[in-house]
């Protein structure tokens, strides 16, 4: 593809110059291109030489026409390169390239805008790992899209990708104690016995629909059971029915796990302690006040955390330092852990444990994300009571549907706080913004419907005159489709999701305005079949960008 072309060329200058000692010896760098809002500016630009200038200690605008002077002949499209601001490289592409791109879509269908730049690497991607303590809730759901629409691009650009969910269930968990003595006394209720909610107790509806589940399961079967027996049976019970539940909200969002983890099995498998272990032998470890402690202050963390207590017990810390610890040992060469903003703080905590494991902490990327807010009618949605002030995510989907509600989550960068406005996602208009994209696909599918009744039988891009493709319009979406393997390599880069959205909203905005200046079905025969080639191809950069967002793309609506 002609990105993959210009990149290649670029990196081909850069050797050469160095090779001609033009500029100082330096590793490869990333390179991205963006297509400039002015066209005057060129078809691609790109900065490396502004990024470059600093660890090549030369002025930007020199790098630049350094790497102009060097790039090879004979490029593909590619007609020339000039140097525009404080050193831009800007790639002037010959004509024919926007037509011909039609060739490659068709060629590549359903794999257009995918690449295998990173086959030899596998990528480990935990996220929600919400407590099993309750429904997954809306937020979570951001963190789903989020998590899961990473992966498909992940995927999409070559690498070896696994979705895993931890399950927060270790022994000492106090939250899992609480949860169970709340469903005991659930259940003796529902059994008639006067029996009060612990004090800290799960106030949701939830709990007692697991109480009735049981007693109609069970009977009475527990109802003299001893406290010191019946409490860790039901923590046992609401921690299993809790899972099943979120693996269920959670699938009906198309988020589908590859290994659900449970911290239980951590400390059953000794590999907990086996991770302290390695800490100490290492050096990162010490006794204070009868706890152990993890140098965490000199692996660039503000402080020292403690490891375990003074009672024997370990930390998170300890649990944690020991789950990426077995994510490594299973072989994965980058880690991505998706958390709540509120996680923050524990970043540095985390990086230090991983780096006194004796791993490198940059293959473990930690990506926060911040709350999104339920509106409708301009008022804010509170929680529900029935689920224990949770707005859960199935309430959700069952009022917006899974569409709506992933492509919406999808809207903003995952590092800004977001708005989810129920009455907009509700609406068929062009202000709703899946409603938008899916619709431009639908209009496609409806013209290419018509032509066919109307027996003009669309002919393959290689077929059809290309070159009669010049209508302002046609080259804006020519140049939107032409885009699209860029902007997922950049949505993988720059870790941002929210891209694909944006891009589908454009793609579908340069379709409505092609189809209302150029008319399609009814012009000459030979433009005919070139225009059906050009909405071809949108169709199919929609349904591909759509698909990667985990969104459907309707033949109708």
């Not at 659930?186 to 949701?204: A, I």
Request: hydrophobic fraction near 40%; include cysteine.
């Amino acid at each position: 593809m002609i990105q993959e072309e210009l990149v290649a060329a670029v990196l081909e200058a850069l050797k050469r110059a160095q090779k001609e000692g033009a500029i100082p010896e330096l590793s490869a760098p990333t390179i991205l291109l963006e297509m400039p809002r002015n066209k005057e500016h060129g078809d691609y630009a790109c900065n490396v030489a502004l990024s470059l200038a600093g660890p090549a200690k030369m002025a930007p605008k020199k790098l630049a026409e350094t790497i102009q002077r060097f790039m090879p002949e004979g490029v593909g499209y590619l007609e020339r390169v000039d140097i525009a601001g404080p050193g831009f490289l800007n790639f002037y592409l010959k004509p024919d390239w926007l037509q011909d791109t039609l060739l490659e879509i068709e060629e590549m269908g359903d794999t257009f805008g995918h690449s295998q730049k990173h086959t030899s690497e596998r990528v480990l991607i935990e996220f929600v790992s919400a407590n099993p303590t309750g429904p997954i809730s809306v937020v979570n759901g951001r963190a789903a899209a989020l998590g899961d629409v990473l992966g498909n691009l992940l995927a999409a650009v070559g690498y070896e990708v696994s979705r895993e969910y931890y399950i927060n269930d270790a022994l000492n968990s106090h939250q899992l104690e609480v949860l169970g003595e709340t469903l005991a006394a659930r259940y003796l209720q529902q059994l008639g016995k006067d029996v009060p909610l612990p004090p800290e107790s799960y106030k949701g509806e939830y709990v007692i629909e697991m109480a009735k589940k049981i007693v109609k399961r069970e009977g009475n079967t527990y109802e003299e059971m001893p406290d010191n027996e019946l409490f860790p049976l039901f923590r046992r019970l609401a921690t299993d029915e809790m899972i099943s539940q979120q693996r269920g909200d959670l699938e009906a969002f198309g988020v589908r796990y590859d290994n659900w983890q449970c911290e239980s099995a951590l400390y059953e498998d000794e590999e907990v302690v086996q991770a302290i272990e390695t800490i100490s032998q290492r050096g990162y470890a010490y006794e204070k006040d009868g706890a152990v402690w993890l140098k965490s202050s000199v692996l660039g963390d503000k402080e020292d955390w403690v490891l375990v207590r003074s009672n024997g017990r370990e930390t998170y810390v300890a649990a944690d330092a020991a789950y990426h610890k077995n994510k490594f040992d299973r072989g994965y060469t980058l880690l991505i852990n998706i958390w709540g903003a509120d996680h923050h703080g524990y970043v540095a905590r985390l990086k230090a444990a991983i780096a006194a494991l004796g791993y490198d902490p940059s293959r473990c990327e930690v990506i926060l994300h911040q709350m999104i807010h339920l509106v409708r009618e301009g008022e804010s949605v509170v929680g529900s009571k029935r689920e224990g002030n949770i707005i859960p995510l199935r309430e959700l989907i069952a009022e917006v549907g899974r569409d709506a509600a992933r492509f919406t989550f999808l809207l903003s960068s995952a590092d800004t706080t977001a708005t989810f406005d129920l009455d907009l996602v509700k609406q068929q208009t062009n202000e709703n913004p899946v409603f938008y994209v899916q619709y431009a696909h639908a209009r496609i599918a409806s013209i290419l419907k018509k032509a066919t009744s109307n027996e003009v039988v669309p002919a393959p891009a290689a077929k059809v005159k290309r070159s009669l493709l010049t209508h302002p319009r046609e080259l804006d979406l020519l140049r939107k489709l032409a885009d699209f393997p860029n902007e997922v390599q950049a949505a993988v880069e720059n870790r941002a999701p929210h891209r694909l959205t944006h891009y589908s909203m454009e793609l579908a905005a340069v379709f409505h305005n092609f189809y209302t200046e150029c008319r399609v079905i009814g012009e000459e025969v030979e433009l005919t079949q070139a225009r059906l080639a050009l909405i071809r191809g949108a169709k199919q950069v929609l349904k591909n960008a759509l698909s990667l967002l985990g969104v459907s793309a309707p033949e109708s609506m």
